[in-house]
Nanobody
Framework: QVQLVESGGGLVQPGGSLRLSCGAS???????IGWFRQAPGKEREGISC????????YYAVSVKGRFTISGDNAKNTVYLQLDSLKPEDTGTYFC????????????????????????WGQGTQVTVSA
């Protein structure tokens, strides 16, 4: 059982930055990590992912060029750097871990899967407002 805890959310002005963390209770060496967000009244959106087997990454069009995903294996943590934030980036941000040892096709290959994750965090709120 791996527990995921997101942190780093908050209130920021448009154009500002935040760094979200997805901390795990155990090693993430065998897990792909996805970042998602959900705004009130909207469906959950997969915004970024990282495949720890080959370090491949993917970004949704809505965040590409502004958000950066990275991992620190020593700290069992995956980060999502949010830059040039816009009001439409407001929402609850979640991370999730998919066990890559279970054969389900290559993870994080051109999109962020919305299902088949073993673990989810509780979310952290990001509010972008003047």
């Amino acid at each position: 059982q791996v527990q995921l805890v997101e942190s780093g959310g908050g209130l920021v002005q448009p154009g500002g930055s935040l760094r979200l963390s997805c901390g795990a209770s155990d090693s993430l060496d065998y897990y792909g990590i996805g970042w998602f967000r959900q705004a009130p009244g909207k469906e959950r959106e997969g915004i970024s992912c990282i495949n720890t087997f080959d370090d491949s990454t993917y970004y949704a069009v809505s965040v590409k060029g502004r958000f950066t995903i990275s991992g620190d294996n020593a700290k069992n943590t995956v980060y999502l750097q949010l830059d040039s934030l816009k009001p439409e980036d407001t929402g609850t941000y979640f991370c999730a871990a998919r066990d890559l040892r279970i054969p389900r096709g290559k993870y994080c290959s051109g999109y962020v899967p919305l299902v088949d994750y073993e673990y989810w965090g509780q979310g952290t709120q990001v509010t972008v407002s003047a």
